[in-house]
């Protein structure tokens, strides 16, 4: 398929519009189909994040599930020293956040392809990357650095989901530790906004405003919704209902009209159930 | 790239039409577009189910009086107005077209005025045939061979329409004209009556008419049959020509001249057979003596009443208008189970004599409704039992009429014609009767109850006998059934009979499979032999050629296992009728209670061999009192059980190992309660999983290990799969959720409920470790027990879990509560799964074969690859929802039964339209029901295809909110169809080739890739529709279950489900995978048809693709050659070849 229509461009890098170039990979020396990677230098405008420079980052798509960020890293390494590999399912800017889990805890990633950022320590690895001719495939698994797959691959994944309880309990401790000193720390800070608020020795109440979640009252969307039901059942309550004439009879008008959406429905029912020949008994 | 679509065609119906409905619309509806649309949709009848859209005028112009009481009246009575419609489109249904009456009349019309002119022949002797021109034969059998008489042929001396078609009681689909005609009073004599005279007279006038018929061209074509199955009544069928031959049959029937022969002769207990002529002995009985001939009676009398029968029902028809269409109503409810047709049926006849009866009786009035007589009729027959207290239409009958108990002595129904000699009922059993009464009551319950849909039930859904009675057995070789005459001493009744040696031992059989059942069993039925139909220029068929004999049973759920026979004590007088029944079966027990009885005990270790206790009792009695060999008995009940049969000595079908999952859950769930020491305290222990209520395919079995067999764990003491040995025993994690007490302990955030419930697995691990010496093996999100060779994986959940997910503060820190999928997951798992769990075990107990017919119905979902999108927990709900909504069946009480129902239901009920509500304890109330419909139909299109409500989910249908899609369920449905009707036909046809698994084989040349997978890494290998000849050793010794403690077993480890997860997470964009969970060695691949759409170059959108550049446009195409690869790279050691079938698609 595509190989052979980019026959031209053999020894040669292989740019297609939009600024990527196109690597092949394989998994090993002996496989017949090729997988292709689409490079480009990592460039996007509004993001300042200090894990992809801009100059030496590069943008991969398409990497094969098999290619775990430790094998994408001695892949790319050809080109030059490679300081850290970022695998995504998506692309789009790094939103990690939140406490440091221990990977026990982190949810199982999942077996697709990725789109990957690699860091290069010079970008001068970024320009060979982006010029490496096409059909010379990159290979995943090689007699040296073999790559498992497959029940190998399945019966490391069993053995390293042992965890002994002891280490366990530690890790769930430590997290909890945290966990606490935060709650902690953040009890403590209320607290200090709260006293901020307390009247001094003279009377007086220093009114600031807050920290953002420093609210004094609970603030929750249900509760809002709630506040806003009372305010609508008070204002109904005060509407006069079937009061003027007009009123009455716009009611039962109402009450007819849809007495008779209902009858047409029926009937309709019953006509659609004679078009499937539901009445056919045999 | 094109591809073929195979699946993914769906009819439209299922195409959901845009459904956006509401009243802002009216506004903008103002004018044009909306009327002729409406108009469209009437007159075309579109099959697709539109929003009804008035347009404002429409809606809101003046009503008149009439439309108001119209509307008013249709508000109040909706359920019963809408039945009322029903049956209104039913009746136009079945009933005959203009056109149609206007062909018949034609036909009819040619007929007679040929029949008219059938030239007459000079006198012979009846036995002599030189006149016939032998192209057409005698539709009689000769046994003896002659008889006296003088014969020759005359044109009739009337011909006259009789039966239903004069009526206007004839239905559709199976249109039957009756003709009659009259032989002239000059070739019969009146002595006629006796040795069978007067019905080869008949006979022979038949073949004379039909030699007649045969040289015209207006006929179509000309058969030989017998009225109800009575050889002594051959009538001529005839068909059109041309193209209509198959829309109506006109059946001749041939009768004497009126009053010809004096009813009193055919009184129930006279002879007109004589034994000396019959037998060709010489016998001194005198007349007196000689047995009484009722049926050979009833039969010649039938034949001079029908045009008395035709004009008593006209004179009652003109008195009540609905009279026709109530009849029209029971003749459907009749065939829909099959009581209307062969021998000793209840037909359209006898039905408008019964409405007769009742208008008569005044039971109903003149003035009532087609709907109110057929409520009324069934009413009656569900309340009278026509076999001990009969009925008689005779106002005065004559002083030589028979009484009542005279007919009574001599058949076993009885119902007297106006004439009050004869009985139409004369060739009913008993049982045949008592089928009926069921029925009439069965629908009389479901009739009113507002939460089953009364009209479909009533009318719409066919009771086939193997989808009625939970067994069913056939005699296959009638030939056996003159032994079990001769055995029994049958020779007078046999007389009675004409010889029919199949009608005369029926009633005899039928009793003594009554008396041997006893409480086991309900219901009783047989089938009725259909009438045969035979070729004008052949023989008559002889008995022996008649189709097999079958008997349906209805069993009783307590009783029917049971394997013993307790008898009377010893010394009763019983105790010698007893050991006549039971013969050498029966022998002298000793009880515990000390009585000694009689006693017969049948074999039965499992259940499933407690349920072949009919099939020994069967076939030991009638081997010993029938002479019929078990070769030609053919027990049908338990043919599909061999699919989900397992164990090594003794066969089971899964309930001991079931019932040894249950026993140890129960133990678990005790030691867990008492468990002390733990921080929060335990507030539920419910098990989330199959096993635990009876419906794993498979049960879970305790193993024991071969250690040697595996490699061993550094950090714990468990056991881990090795390298190059054939994958481990699959052993399955039961699972088991454990509810930890609310408390403020509690952390509100989700990472840190996460760690707690670690800790938590952590410190249940060393309680029962330290307490009950389990191994155990705690992770963050379980923890793995191993108990007496089954594997428990116990969650701790914390019940506000899911309200955490849910929460989250947005950026102007606003609690907001959003629902989402983690959460579903979560309430899934810990709430409505432990629900259903212990719901269904409930119904479990209460009936028994549950779990069977849930295990059948998945074995079979997951070998026709539906597994994935008909889940575990869905199957059993629509399982459940057969015991729980049976009508108008019973509840099943056989496995194989349920499992051809739920067949029926997958593929016959209309998911489109309809919700199907799971009442689970019977917690919904009828006004529920209509709740859940409407909601249901108010917003169909965004709710799952398959939609089941049950009582603690009515608007969601959590169960199957991910799938079936449209198009599986679509294909679901076809092949559940498909199944049904192989595996009936397969069923009831013994000369078919006997292979049940057919149903679960399913095509494979749909797909575009199968993957072929290495057999010895598939760990349920055994399990597979066929068994493989080899097995592999797979690290399990066959010994008794291992003590507590030891190392910790491979658990839930099974390649080839990882291998399916891997291949869906990478590709599932792309191609759908099927595989059998159960030993399937084959993994099928189905490109998506959008899949090989060229798709422009998109940074998200690349997995697996490449690029394809013309200019300046990039397109990209999925990868083929390298997803294929990938296929075998990412099942390396798993996969044995990839097959692509590229002629279905192109590269």
């Known amino acids: 398929m595509a190989p052979s229509k980019k026959k031209h461009a053999a020894r040669k890098a292989c740019v297609i519009p939009g600024g990527f170039t196109v690597l092949s990979l394989q998994f090993s020396l002996d496989s017949a189909a090729r997988h292709f990677l689409y490079v480009k230098e990592h460039r996007v405008r509004a993001e300042k994040s200090s894990y992809r420079p801009l100059d030496r980052t590069l943008f991969v798509l398409n990497i094969p599930p098999y290619c775990s960020e430790s094998v994408v890293k001695d892949l790319f390494s050809q080109f030059g020293s490679v300081v850290s590999v970022e695998l995504r399912d998506h692309p789009g800017s790094s939103s990690e956040s939140g406490p440091k889990l221990s990977k026990v805890f982190r949810p199982a990633d999942k ?172 | 790239m094109k591809k073929k679509q195979i699946i993914t065609e769906e009819p439209a119906e299922m195409h959901p039409s845009d459904f956006s409905h509401d009243d802002d619309d009216e506004e903008e509806q103002l004018d044009a577009p909306v009327k002729p649309k409406r108009i469209k949709v009437s007159e075309e009848e579109e099959v697709v189910y539109h929003p009804v859209k008035l347009s404002r005028n429409d809606l809101y112009r003046p009503p008149t009086a009439e439309e108001l009481n119209h509307l008013k009246e249709a508000e109040s009575l909706f359920h019963c107005s809408l039945l009322k419609m029903q049956m209104e489109e039913l009746l136009k249904e079945v009933a005959l077209s203009e056109r149609k009456k206007q062909q018949i009349d034609s036909f009819v019309k040619t007929v007679t005025k040929l029949l008219e002119t059938v030239p007459a022949s000079p006198e012979v002797e009846v036995s002599d045939l030189s006149w016939l021109s032998g192209a057409v034969k005698v539709p009689f059998l000769l046994v003896p061979r002659t008889t006296k008489g003088r014969f020759h042929m005359a044109p009739p001396a009337s011909i006259d329409l009789i039966g239903s078609y004069p009526l206007g009681t004839c239905i559709k689909p199976h249109v039957r004209v009756d003709l009659l005609a009259t032989i002239p009073a000059d070739i019969l004599h009146p002595k006629d009556v006796l040795n069978q005279r007067y019905p080869r007279k008949r006979a022979l006038y038949l073949a004379g008419l039909a030699q007649h018929l045969k040289s015209s061209p207006d006929i179509g074509t000309m058969r030989y049959s017998c009225l109800h199955g009575n050889r002594l009544q051959p009538i001529l069928l005839l068909t059109p020509p041309g193209k209509d031959s198959s829309s109506f049959t006109v059946c001749v029937h041939v009768c004497p001249p009126p009053g010809f022969f004096k009813p009193s002769r055919f009184h129930p207990q006279r002879n007109n057979i004589r034994t000396e002529w019959y037998t060709g002995l010489q016998a001194s009985h005198s007349e007196s003596s000689e047995p009484p001939t009722p049926h050979y009676n009833s039969s010649v009398l039938g034949d001079l009443l029908p045009r008395a029968h035709l004009q008593f029902l006209s004179a009652i028809r003109s008195q009540c208008s609905a009279f026709s269409d109530g009849i029209t109503l029971l003749k459907v409810w009749l065939h829909q189970r099959e009581l209307d047709q062969g021998t000793g049926c209840f037909n359209g006849f006898l039905a408008s004599m019964l409405l007769a009866y009742l208008l008569m009786t005044h039971r109903i009035s003149n003035t009532m409704t087609a709907y109110q007589l057929l409520r009324n009729s069934l009413n009656y027959l569900a309340s009278t039992d026509l076999t001990v207290s009969g009925i008689s239409l005779a106002k005065d009958p004559d002083s030589t009429a028979p009484s009542l108990v005279e007919f009574h002595n001599a058949f076993q129904v009885v119902f007297v014609d106006p004439s009050g000699h004869l009985n139409m009922c004369a060739d009913m059993t008993a049982c045949t009767y008592k089928q009926l009464q069921h029925e009439a009551f069965v629908s009389m319950q479901f009739w009113d ?149 009689e006693a017969v005990l049948w074999d039965g270790k499992s259940a499933y061999q407690k349920r072949l206790v009919p099939k020994q009792i069967i076939t030991h009695l009638l081997q010993l009192h029938a002479d019929i060999p078990e070769s030609c008995v053919r027990f049908v009940g338990t043919m599909v059980d061999d699919v989900i049969l397992t164990g090594n000595e003794v066969p089971t079908t899964g309930e001991e190992e079931s019932l040894v999952v249950v026993q140890s859950y129960d133990d678990l769930s005790r030691k867990l309660w008492k468990l002390e020491d733990l921080p929060l305290s335990i507030t539920a222990v419910q098990g989330a999983h199959p096993a635990l209520r009876y419906t794993q395919v498979f049960p879970p079995e305790p193993v024991k290990l071969d250690y040697s067999f595996f490699d061993r764990g550094k950090a714990c003491r468990s056991l881990l799969p090795k390298e190059g040995k054939p994958c481990p025993h699959y052993i399955t994690p039961i699972t088991v959720i454990c509810h930890m007490e609310g408390s403020g302990k509690w952390p ?67 609690l907001v509560v959003r629902d989402n999928e983690e959460a579903q997951a979560l309430e899934m798992a810990t709430i409505h799964k432990p629900l259903l769990t212990s719901t269904l075990h409930g119904l479990q107990q209460q009936h028994s074969c549950f779990g069977a017919v849930c295990r059948m119905a998945k074995r079979w979902l997951a070998a026709q690859l539906f597994s994935e999108d008909i889940t575990e927990d869905t199957a059993d709900l629509l399982v459940a929802s057969l015991f729980l909504h049976p009508a108008p069946f019973s509840p099943p009480s056989s496995p194989q039964v349920g499992f051809l129902r739920f067949l029926r239901l997958l593929s016959a009920f209309d998911w489109r339209n309809n919700p199907l509500v799971v009442n689970l304890n019977n917690q919904l109330t009828a006004a529920e ?45 076809m092949v559940a169809a498909e199944s049904l009707k192989v595996l009936e036909h397969q069923l009831m046809d013994g000369s078919q080739m006997q292979d049940v698994r057919v149903i679960m084989r399913p095509p494979l040349d749909a797909y575009d890739v199968l993957i072929h997978l290495n057999p010895k890494q598939v760990p349920l290998l055994r399990h597979a529709v066929d068994p493989p000849a080899v097995s592999f050793s797979r690290g399990v010794i066959a010994e008794s279950a291992a003590q507590p403690g030891g190392a910790l077993p491979v658990i839930d480890y099974n390649p080839v489900s990882l291998y399916l997860t891997e291949l869906r997470d990478a590709f599932g964009d792309l191609a759908l995978f099927f595989c059998d969970p159960y030993g399937g060695t084959v993994i099928s691949v189905l490109w998506k048809p959008k899949a090989f759409v060229p798709a422009p170059f998109k940074t998200s959108q690349m997995a697996a693709r490449s690029v394809e550049v013309t200019g300046e446009e990039v397109k990209t195409i999925p990868n083929v050659e390298a997803i294929l690869e990938d296929f075998h790279v990412m099942g390396k050691g798993l996969v044995k070849s990839v097959e692509a079938r590229t002629e279905k698609w192109m590269l």
């Open chain 1, 111 to 282: 077996e697709r392809f990725k789109v990957g950022y690699i860091v290069f320590e010079s970008s001068s690895s970024l320009a060979a990357a982006k010029s490496h001719p096409h059909d010379d495939p990159l290979v995943v698994s090689t007699e040296e650095r073999p790559v498992k797959t497959g029940v190998q691959k399945w019966i490391q994944q069993y053995t390293k989901s042992f965890i002994h309880p002891d280490k366990l309990q530690l890790t769930v401790d430590s997290f909890m530790q945290d966990y606490d000193k935060r709650k902690e720390e953040e009890a403590e800070r209320q607290r200090q906004e709260v006293e901020k608020q307390q009247e001094d020795e003279e009377g007086w109440v220093k009114v600031t405003r807050g920290h953002k979640g420093a609210k004094a009252r609970p603030h929750s969307e249900a509760a809002n919704k709630r506040t806003l039901q009372r305010e609508m059942r008070k204002k109904r309550r005060k509407e006069l209902m079937n009061f003027y004439t007009w009123q009455h009879r716009n009611t039962q008008k109402e009450h007819i009209a849809e007495l008779r959406k209902k009858f047409e429905e029926d009937k309709q029912r019953i006509a659609l159930m004679r078009a499937q020949r539901k009445f056919k008994p045999y």
């Open chain 2, 449 to 597: 109850d507002p939460t089953v849909d009364g009209f479909h039930c009533l009318l719409m859904t066919p009771k086939p006998m193997i989808r009625t009675s939970d067994h069913v057995f056939q005699l296959c070789d009638l030939v056996k059934l003159q032994a079990s005459c001769k055995k029994q001493n049958l020779l007078s009744e046999l007389m009675d009979h004409s010889g029919n040696y199949f009608l005369t031992a029926l009633p005899f059989i039928l009793s003594l499979l009554q008396q041997g059942l006893g409480q086991r069993i309900r219901l009783l039925t047989h089938s009725l032999s259909p009438d045969p139909e035979w070729s004008v220029e052949s023989e008559a068929p002889k008995y022996k050629a008649q189709p097999p004999l079958s008997f349906g049973l209805l069993l009783n759920p307590e009783l029917v296992a049971s394997v013993l026979e307790k008898g009377p004590p010893a010394d009763s007088p019983k105790a010698a009728e007893f050991r006549q029944l039971w013969g050498s079966r029966s022998e002298l027990r000793r009880f515990q209670d000390g009585a000694i009885t």
């Open chain 2, 748 to 814: 509100h955030d989700r990472i840190a409920i996460r760690h707690i419930r670690a800790a938590f697995h952590i410190s249940l691990a060393e309680l029962l470790k330290k307490h009950h010496n389990y191994t155990c093996r705690p992770c963050p999100t379980h923890l793995d027990v191993w108990k007496e060779g089954l594997v428990f994986r116990i969650q701790v959940a914390y019940h506000r879990e899911p309200q955490v997910l849910r929460e989250s503060v947005n950026a102007e820190g606003l």
């Open chain 2, 929 to 973: 029901y209509t709740e859940i419909k409407n909601d249901f139909m108010a917003s169909r299109e965004s709710l799952p295809v398959m939609f089941i409500a049950t009582p603690k989910d009515k608007k969601l249908s959590l169960w199957t909110r991910r799938a079936p899609s449209v198009q599986m369920l679509q294909r679901a449905m």
